[in-house]
């Protein structure tokens, strides 16, 4: 079970935090990617991390303004977001995948097997 958190309203240029926390499996063994989808669009992989493979990955459309960081002893996956643009207003998910999928189901999601329930940012000009 994945439950994301942290989505709000925010203006633009300004940050959010978003956590996802994990349950039911064994953390350490899969990659937690963050994906948004917005309304009429097509769901875009964002960033993952893996521990085990002891790597993380970002999309080239969130790189330098994205982190994403783990806290393995609380089973919790974080995104801090930085300079937030309108452009980025969505409905953002977390999910696990098998660690040696985590990079690969950014754009092959189906590979992400557990998704978390979504939470909205919005972010105003």
Not at 6 to 30: E, I, K, N, T, W
Not at 60 to 88: C, E, H, W
Not at 105 to 117: E, K, R
């Amino acid at each position: 079970q994945l439950q994301a958190s942290g989505g709000g309203l925010v203006q633009a240029g300004g940050s959010l935090r978003l956590s996802c926390a994990a349950s039911g499996f064994a953390f350490d063994d899969y990659a937690i990617g963050w994906f948004r989808q917005a309304p009429g669009k097509k769901r875009e992989g964002l960033a993952c991390i893996s521990s085990s493979y002891g790597i993380t990955y970002y999309a080239d459309s969130v790189k330098g303004r994205f982190t994403i960081s783990s806290d393995n002893a609380k089973n919790t996956v974080y995104l801090q977001m930085n300079s937030l643009k309108p452009d980025d207003t969505s409905v953002y998910y977390c999910a696990a995948a098998a660690a040696s999928d985590g990079v690969a189901g950014l754009v092959q999601t189906w590979l992400y097997t557990y998704w978390g329930q979504g939470t909205q940012v919005t972010v105003s000009s």
